[in-house]
């Protein structure tokens, strides 16, 4: 069955700190993943993808994220982050038939 | 503007009764999807559609109908059977496959239980 694992629920950094999102996801086949953010009181916006080709994604917001295939993981990744950047985070793949599946969430909070 | 429109954005029902949360999207997008979100459980899928007149359930569909009429339509009907109604119902939309198939959302209806 088609399933993303997010390993942290709750992150709390101070800004400039360096950020690291597991996401794991199990599926045999060929996979999109996404990773969408939800900033407090707005929708999910789309902070990048992977559909193929360079394994190293780059996004908005100066945010990336490395498909690792032989691990099934898909990290995102931001080497100094913000008091801006506190929001929940959300992990995806899209995998057969167009199923759509997100993982549980990571609420950051960023302190200044 | 092409995007996604959910509405109502508050609904309240009392126990017992069935609710249409409604989804329109102009986008063109084959695909589309109803997830709730709960805190700490992230989005969970209900139902997913490809094309019309086809929709499969997803993780959590009991308690649940939609239909697939037209393209740009996607409801979701609460039913009296959905034993925790009370969540934040988001309606998303993509292309079927190739190209761009990142997902639209809309801005949610939020459906309390009274």
């Known amino acids: 069955a088609q399933s993303v694992s997010q390993h942290n629920h709750h992150v709390i950094l101070s800004e400039a700190a360096s950020l690291e999102l597991g996401c794991n996801y199990s599926?045999?086949?060929?996979?999109?993943l996404f990773w969408y953010v939800q900033y407090p009181g707005q929708h999910l916006q789309l902070l990048l993808k992977?559909?193929?080709?360079?394994?190293l994604v780059k996004g908005i917001k100066g945010f990336e994220a490395e498909f690792i295939k032989s691990k099934f993981s898909f990290n995102l990744r931001k080497p100094s982050v913000q008091w801006s950047d506190t929001a929940e985070y959300f992990c995806?793949?899209?995998?057969?038939?167009?199923?759509?599946?997100f993982g549980a969430g990571t609420r950051l909070a960023v302190h200044p | 503007d092409g995007g996604i429109t959910q509405s109502p954005k508050y609904l309240f029902r009392k126990e017992g009764q069935n609710v249409t949360l409604s989804c329109e999207q102009n986008?063109?997008?084959?695909?589309m999807y109803w997830y709730r979100q709960d805190p700490g459980q992230g989005l969970r899928l209900i139902y997913y559609?490809?094309?019309?007149?086809?929709?499969q359930k997803g993780d959590i569909a009991e308690g649940y109908s939609v239909s697939r009429e037209k393209k740009e339509s996607f409801p979701l009907t609460v039913t009296s059977a959905q034993k925790n109604p009370t969540a934040f119902y988001l309606c998303?939309?993509?292309?079927?496959?190739?190209?761009?198939?990142?997902?639209?959302f809309g801005q949610g209806t939020r459906l309390t239980v009274v």
């Open positions: 986008l063109n997008h084959d695909a």
């Open positions: 995806a793949v899209k995998g057969g038939y167009n199923k759509l599946i």
């Open positions: 599926y045999g086949g060929t996979v999109n």
């Open positions: 998303a939309s993509t292309l079927r496959g190739g190209g761009s198939t990142e997902a639209f």
């Open positions: 992977y559909f193929s080709g360079d394994p």
């Open positions: 559609s490809q094309i019309v007149n086809d929709f």
